[in-house]
């Protein structure tokens, strides 16, 4: 996803029956609102994923049921907010324990995040993060192979 490229998005035509997309590009990182003016025109995506860094906020939900951010920085907890799809790959997302804390109380007890399956995040852990307190205060219980499989394959389209 070259930055020029997405300043001249609206001399872009529109595709038909685009249920997948990959941004890539020479640039490193693209602005929010400029992200949001390309993935407006694509609604109902099966899968998205996105090389660079993405700055900024988002305004509006993301329309996609699976997304997968290679540099999620901030913009992943961002991006987080304004899902409502199945499936979320984030790979050097920065966030704070309070915030990590309070999006997996919301996603257990159901008050939020009803449509999301599974969420694989690789954090760039400062040290304000302690995974051991994250963990602590989750109501857990010990792993039982019989109620549950050790392990299960995910689609990442």
């Known amino acids: 996803m070259d930055a020029s490229w997405l300043f001249s998005i609206e001399k872009m035509p529109i595709y038909e029956n685009v249920d997948k997309i990959f941004l890539t590009g020479d640039s490193e990182s693209a602005e929010a609102k400029d992200f949001e003016s390309f993935i407006t025109r694509y609604p ?5 994923r996105i090389q660079p860094e993405i700055i900024g906020e988002l305004s509006e939900m993301i329309d996609a049921q699976k997304v ?3 540099n999620a920085g901030k913009f992943g907890t961002s991006l987080l907010e304004k899902f409502d799809g199945r499936h979320l790959l984030f790979s050097k ?8 804390n309070e999006f997996i109380k919301k996603w257990m007890k159901g008050e939020g ?3 999301l399956e599974t969420i694989e995040a690789y954090l760039i852990l400062n ?7 994250v963990v602590n205060e989750l109501e857990t219980e010990r792993f039982d192979r019989t109620k549950r499989p050790e392990h299960f394959n995910m689609d990442n389209e």
């Open 68 to 70: 997968r951010l290679s």
């Open 127 to 133: 040290r304000n993060i302690r995974i051991d307190n």
């Open 113 to 115: 995040y009803q449509s």
């Open 44 to 48: 109902n995506l099966n899968s998205l």
């Open 93 to 100: 997302w920065i966030v704070e324990e309070k915030q990590l």
